[in-house]
Nanobody
Framework: QLVESGGGLVQPGGSLRLSCAAS????????VGWFRQAPGKEREGVSC????????NYAESVKGRFTASRDNTKNTFYLQMNDLKRDDTAVYYC?????????????????????WGQGTQVTVSS
């Protein structure tokens, strides 16, 4: 089970930090990802970190603004979001899968992630 926290309402240019805590299994051998879905749009990949933590992938739209990280000692991973824009408004989901991040942004790979958080709303508005 994955439990998310940290969403909310923020003004453009502001920051939020999302957390995703795993229970019932160890994240040590899992790739972990962040995804988001805006109203009327498909779920899209935001970031994916390999199980080793040695490689982190980002969507072009968030590069330089978002930072994903993981702390296996706490069985938790994070998404630090800075310089938020109105287009970042969406429900954000965390996910984990024993397979690597390869293809993480594709519709098929997204659907293959085996564990999902409940989703948390991020709203960027003045």
């Amino acid at each position: 089970q994955l439990v998310e926290s940290g969403g909310g309402l923020v003004q453009p240019g502001g920051s939020l930090r999302l957390s995703c805590a795993a229970s019932g299994f160890s994240l040590d051998y899992y790739a972990v990802g962040w995804f988001r879905q805006a109203p009327g749009k498909e779920r899209e990949g935001v970031s994916c970190i390999e199980s080793t933590g040695l490689s982190t992938n980002y969507a072009e739209s968030v590069k330089g603004r978002f930072t994903a990280s993981r702390d296996n000692t706490k069985n938790t991973f994070y998404l630090q979001m800075n310089d938020l824009k109105r287009d970042d408004t969406a429900v954000y989901y965390c996910a984990a899968d024993p397979l690597p991040c390869t293809g993480w942004g594709s519709r098929g790979r997204i659907a293959d992630f085996s564990a999902w958080g409940q989703g948390t709303q991020v709203t960027v508005s003045s």
